[in-house]
């Protein structure tokens, strides 16, 4: 059961990464461009394949200009 409940959170935590990020008009590649990951990662972590790092998260968050809780504000 908490394998379920983790995958769907980070399914969720992709979504609403791509939701803001494509609110901003920001691309996939400029994106990768202002967090220092690759295309492929971004891509894999907004597809909910791959969980990520508390850094990655803050470093997300700076290049949308958001507060970092915002990606987990699952409910807008």
Same mark, same amino acid.
Request: aromatic fraction near 8%.
């Given at each position: 059961?908490?394998? $379920?409940?983790?995958?769907? &959170? !980070?399914?969720?935590?992709?979504?609403?990464?791509?939701? !803001?990020?494509?609110?901003?008009?920001?691309?996939? #590649? *400029?994106?990768?461009? *202002?967090?220092?990951?690759?295309?492929?990662? =971004? &891509?894999? =972590? #907004?597809?909910?394949? !791959?969980?990520?790092? =508390?850094?990655?998260?803050?470093? *997300?968050?700076?290049?949308?200009? =958001? $507060?970092?809780? #915002?990606?987990?504000?699952? #409910?807008?």
């Amino acid at each position: 059961m908490r394998k $379920e409940v983790d995958v769907l &959170s !980070i399914k969720k935590f992709g979504k609403k990464l791509r939701q !803001i990020r494509v609110s901003k008009g920001i691309s996939m #590649e *400029l994106l990768a461009s *202002l967090t220092s990951f690759e295309y492929s990662q =971004i &891509s894999r =972590i #907004e597809l909910g394949q !791959i969980n990520t790092s =508390i850094d990655a998260v803050f470093k *997300l968050a700076k290049a949308l200009n =958001i $507060e970092p809780k #915002e990606l987990f504000d699952f #409910e807008k």
